[in-house]
């Protein structure tokens, strides 16, 4: 999940940049040196959320003497862009991330801005998210992050009519899932939809099992470089469980050839061929978009099943938390950063954003709600993360971008069979953490 925004891997503005080129993505005044034109250059992922930062942008803009210029790069392109400007001339003063691993070696390089002293003079930049969001741009102790867009918790979604057809409700449980694939699999009908091919949709089932065993204690010790957590008996357990997901045929034969990118295992839930897929809460909006999918009343979702005796809260989620925006320290207009950064806590970034399908953590949130798209989905996906005892970052988030692509891999051999338990947990240990 290592580039994801919103539907991330559908590359938003086509073509794949040359390294050497400078920034051209989507619009905007780029490749110029934010700290000789007497501007603030904010850097953001090339998609359909460049709506709303254009709309805040213009908002500021009104009333700033520094004015602020949009700078986009393509989905596809932006972290690997990032990293080949972001100690150059061309570096922005504001940039979008992930938070978590996507900027702790920005933090080991010394040229992240602490937010700090931001925080001091104005709370709201920290108060006025929820706390679970907040800590995900938290790195050894320190804000280097404010919240923006909105969250992206993983969700259960199924297919309604297929569900009734086959005489099976949302799993609550893991057993009531074990019950669902037979009884689906008795139906002809692929029980759960997977882009394998992708394989960061395969990891989402890894992330959720292993905190419903496990807790969210066991990845954070590993992550934090605790090797063995990874050999623990918890560790051991939940790969038995993804094992026999696997072998009871939940997924089907072909999942490592399918992928989520063109929309292929989506349309496997549309056309009724499977009844079940576990995805970010962006699912939603793309199904109802999707000329291809079927009508909304037949689209389901729930929470991830509880695990019998695991030490995990069946209320915990996984996913993205949240985007945040971080600040480059050699910025020559701090104050002006500073002003930028409390419209993401406004009014009219709520409602903008809800407009276009994003749910903001803020805590002005819940009163706008109802001017979203669907207002129970948006409460719904809004009262999972507010109660959400732990909110754990996805694992290629969460660790630098070096391991993201070892992680992926080792979740692919694992599910496909090239490896064994033993071969995964070696993977894991191997990762890098800085």
Partial sequence: MN????MPRLVACGATLALALSLSACGGDNGRASSNDGKIHVLVYGDA???????????????????????TIPGADYQQKLQTIINTPQAPDIFFNWGGGSIQPFVKAGLLMPLDSFIKKDPNLEK?????????????????GVPMRGTQPVLLFHNKKVLDDAGVKPPQTWDELLGAVKKLKAKGVTPIALG???????????EYL?????GPGLFQKAHEGDKKAWESADSKKALSMIRELVDAGAFGKNYDSVKYTNGASPALLASGKAGFELMGSWYYAQQQSDAKAFAEKDLGYTTFPTVPAGKGDAADVVGN???FYSVLKKTKHP???GEFLKLMYSDEF???????????????????????ADPDYSRFQYDLVAKAPAFQLSWDQAYPPAAGTPIQQAVQQFFNGQIDADGFIQAMQALPTE
């Fill in 49 to 71: 959320s460049n709506k709303v930062e254009k709309q805040i942008v213009d908002t500021f803009n009104k009333t700033s003497d520094v004015k602020a210029v949009l700078d």
């Fill in 210 to 214: 292993y905190d419903r065993i496990a």
């Fill in 3 to 6: 580039t994801r925004a919103r």
């Fill in 350 to 372: 709520v409602k903008a954003q809800l407009a276009i399908g994003n749910l903001p953590t803020t805590t002005n949130t819940p009163k706008f709600l109802g001017t979203s």
């Fill in 335 to 337: 104050e002006a950063v």
């Fill in 196 to 206: 394998g091919g992708d394989r960061w949709p395969t990891l989402m089932w890894f």
């Fill in 128 to 144: 006025s998210f929820l706390p679970s969001v907040v800590k995900s741009a938290v790195v050894d102790g320190t804000s280097y």
């Fill in 321 to 323: 938390t949240n985007n």
